[in-house]
């Protein structure tokens, strides 16, 4: 058997000019997530995401960018206030399991202390055994509008 290897994960303010990369992991993520949605490609062959510039025209709305040994890894895109909102959250299917996801999730929450809501399909039961065991803090789970919804506090 060979050595463990060594996972440095880093979490990064997505700056203006990662805005392509956040771009392009988003159809990634809205690939993966169309299973669930049933979404359809646009004209140009793209999915889009139509709140995506506004991450960096609104102070309330925060990207961030995963790094897995320097290399790209997934995102999550936060919308502060009260509650604190994770909007999207995706990480790479090749790092999906390893603990990756679950570490940059607890990086993320810790940056906006106070309220928070997280939300996940109800046809989507991965995500949801996901945040289930993710959230580090106690949480009040329950259904409305074809969501779960998971409510917590950050100290």
Wanted: negative net charge.
């Amino acid at each position: 058997m060979g050595q463990p290897v060594e996972v440095t994960l880093e979490v990064v303010d997505a700056r203006e000019s990662e805005r392509a990369v956040l771009r392009r992991l988003l159809e990634l993520y809205r690939y993966d997530f169309s299973e669930f949605d049933g979404a359809e490609l646009d004209d140009h062959g793209e999915f889009g995401y139509r709140y995506l510039d506004h991450y960096w025209t609104e102070p309330a709305r925060h990207p961030y960018l995963f790094r897995c040994n320097g290399r790209w890894a997934g995102f999550a895109l936060v919308r502060s206030g009260d509650p604190h909102d994770m909007a999207e959250f995706f990480v790479m299917r090749n790092h999906r399991r390893s603990g990756l996801g679950r570490d940059a999730a607890h990086e993320v929450l810790r940056r906006f202390p106070g309220r928070w809501t997280v939300r996940q399909q109800l046809t989507n039961p991965a995500a949801i055994a996901f945040w289930r065991a993710a959230i580090p803090y106690a949480f009040v789970e329950h259904q409305h509008d074809g969501e779960n919804v998971m409510e917590f506090s950050v100290a």
